[in-house]
């Protein structure tokens, strides 16, 4: 029983980066509490951060046989990226779109994403608290 979360580009910044957007708890802040939801919910938690495509889809392609679902903040992948969503189908793992900020609220360019309609969940705009949202949602699945 095991959740991979993912993180892309720049949210190892997370708590400095933009924090009237992004909030001003750090990606190890979000480790701490995701670990502990996980943990709660009756999963371990696998977590990796990368600024590089190619290192994130080879972290997806890893989760396969070792993790039952996958939480994923892509940042500014999700709008560009279709080796990624091409990753996630497959490994054919069910996953969470996650995003800390509303993006619907934001540039034009934001709103449209390469991998919710492949998503079991889309949480956006509900800050760190999305992720905890994220990993219930998938527990609750994959029960
Ligand atoms: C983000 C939203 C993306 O548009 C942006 O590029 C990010 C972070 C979010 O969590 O709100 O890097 O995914």
């Keep these: 029983n095991r959740l991979l979360l993912v993180n892309g580009p720049n949210l190892n910044l997370l708590g400095t980066r933009e924090p009237e957007i992004y909030g001003t708890e750090t990606l190890d802040d979000v480790f701490a509490m995701a670990t502990a939801v996980a943990r709660e919910v009756g999963f371990e938690l696998r977590a990796f951060q990368s600024n590089?495509?190619?290192?994130?889809?080879?972290?997806i392609h890893e989760a396969?046989?070792?993790?039952d679902g996958i939480v994923i903040n892509p940042g500014g992948?999700?709008?560009?990226?279709?080796?990624?969503r091409d990753a996630l189908t497959g490994v054919a793992l069910p996953f969470a779109e996650v995003h800390l900020?509303?993006?619907h609220a934001r540039e034009p360019f934001r709103h449209h994403s390469y991998l919710s309609d492949v998503a079991s969940c889309v949480i956006v705009g509900a800050?760190?608290?999305?992720?905890?949202?994220a990993i219930r949602r998938l527990a609750a699945l994959l029960r």
């Design 52 to 59: 590089h495509e190619g290192a994130l889809i080879d972290v």
């Design 64 to 67: 396969r046989g070792d993790c």
């Design 77 to 84: 992948l999700t709008h560009t990226s279709v080796a990624l």
């Design 101 to 103: 900020s509303n993006v």
């Design 127 to 133: 800050g760190v608290q999305g992720y905890e949202f």
